[in-house]
């Protein structure tokens, strides 16, 4: 069954054709990060309205590169929620048309469940080329950890009773209470003058400062253990520049960068004092010890050996490290998308979607976007832990 997904949800326009829930034909990617560059975040309405000169572009080109017709999709799938309501809607809305058009079947998808899916759809993949690999199984526990979210999961199946496909199961473990930890990394390298987005450059930056020279500590809360707080460190961070040596350099920083447009990070390097190289990779340290510890505690507490780790901060080299001597330890696997496909896609919409129509999901005309669409929240919780 050929797929066509769409996914708007913040600042990629993507649009993905996977065959049988498992084979990527192809994967288009048109991001935003220019135009929100020098506003150092997503800026709503430019993300909709870049959606909007983009939509049509990305998803025939996607069918180019699957080298199939539009007329060629058995059904299409569409991110519903959540996300920015403006980009959502730009992406849902022409899924509709087209599966209206086109009289195929059409599924709304759950952007948090499709980055679960990416972790599943890249191992389904590499076992295919190489099938002595570890198998991505369920149950699991899932870290989704992104500019948008930081959430855990348990994941588990059960098969359909008639088509005896697999049914997915999602409920919240945990979830941040404030920042997300990609919306992190992005605040503190505002803060730093070290450009957007900021996950990729404090990555690089951070091999070359010492993670243990200022001593975050452990990040506290009251109430749930599996629950994440990134805010205080952001703000730690803040007031390690204020009146300082530190803060001085940044201000130096961001002029040069103005002046200098466009620059690699080897060229932000040469810009950094080690103090300032040795905060970053601290900061970065913190909040891998903080993701790693509460996942293994929830894997722990939820007896499952086996954890999905997805979402744009999964790209982190320190991150994927730091869960592998983690998972060896504990006598666990760890299972991580590529980084194409850690960061927002359409395929893992679309691979997300398969399972859901081969259950017999059907989305009609009805389907519109929700900007908080919690996945697997039971209804007795409170509100306030919802979001
Ligand atoms: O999944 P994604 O593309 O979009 C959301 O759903 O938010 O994630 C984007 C986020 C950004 O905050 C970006 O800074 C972060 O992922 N990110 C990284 C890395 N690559 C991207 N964070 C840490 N290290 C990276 N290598
Ligand atoms: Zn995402």
């Known amino acids: 069954m050929l797929i066509l997904g769409i996914e708007s949800s913040c600042d990629e326009t993507a649009a993905a054709v996977v065959e049988d ?38 998803v025939d080109e996607a069918c180019r590169q699957a080298g199939v017709r539009l007329q060629e999709i058995d059904a299409l799938a569409v991110t519903e929620g959540p996300g920015l309501i403006g980009s959502l809607l730009v992406g849902l809305v022409y899924g509709k048309a087209l599966a209206q058009a086109l009289h195929k079947p059409l599924v709304g998808v759950n952007h948090l469940e499709g980055h679960i899916h990416s972790a599943w759809l890249e191992n389904k993949m590499a076992r295919r080329a190489t099938p002595s690999l570890g ?60 450009g957007y987005p900021g996950g990729p450059v404090i990555d690089k930056l951070a091999r070359f400062g010492n993670p243990h020279a200022v001593p975050f500590g452990p990040i506290r809360m009251k109430g749930n253990a599996l629950d994440f707080s990134f805010s205080g460190l952001k703000t730690a961070v803040l007031y390690r520049l204020r009146g300082s040596e530190l803060g001085v350099e940044a201000a130096k920083r961001r002029e040069w960068r103005n002046r200098a447009g466009r620059v690699t990070s080897e060229e932000i390097r040469s810009q950094c004092s080690e103090a300032t190289l040795d905060l970053i990779a601290s ?67 679309a691979a997300a979607g398969y399972f859901k129509l081969l259950a017999g999901e059907r989305a009609d005309l009805s389907l519109t976007a929700h900007a908080s669409f919690p996945l697997g929240v039971a209804h007795h919780e409170p509100a306030a832990t919802r979001g």
């Not at 999602?170 to 605040?187: C, M, N, V």
């Not at 998308?337 to 395929?347: F, G, R």
């Open 21 to 58: 829930g498992e084979g990527i034909l192809s994967n288009i990617i048109a991001s935003q990060a220019l135009t929100h560059e020098k506003y150092g975040g997503v800026v709503p309405e430019l993300a909709s309205r870049e959606h909007l000169k983009k939509i049509a572009l990305v």
């Open 135 to 194: 198998e991505a199984r369920f149950p699991n526990v899932s870290l989704v950890v992104s500019g948008g979210h930081t959430s855990l999961f348990r994941v588990w199946t059960e098969n359909h009773p008639h088509t005896h496909t697999p049914i997915f199961f999602y409920r919240q473990l945990g979830q941040t209470r404030d920042d997300a930890a990609g919306e992190a990394f992005d605040k503190v390298a505002k803060l730093l003058a070290l």
């Open 283 to 349: 900061f970065q340290e913190a909040v891998v010890t903080d993701l790693v510890e509460r996942t293994l505690a929830a894997a722990k507490s939820t007896q499952i050996s086996s954890v999905f780790v997805a979402g744009g901060v999964a790209c982190n080299s320190r991150l994927r490290e730091r869960f592998r001597e983690a998972v060896k330890a504990a006598g666990l696997s760890v299972f991580f998308p590529s980084p194409l496909l850690s960061t927002d896609n359409a395929a893992m919409i």
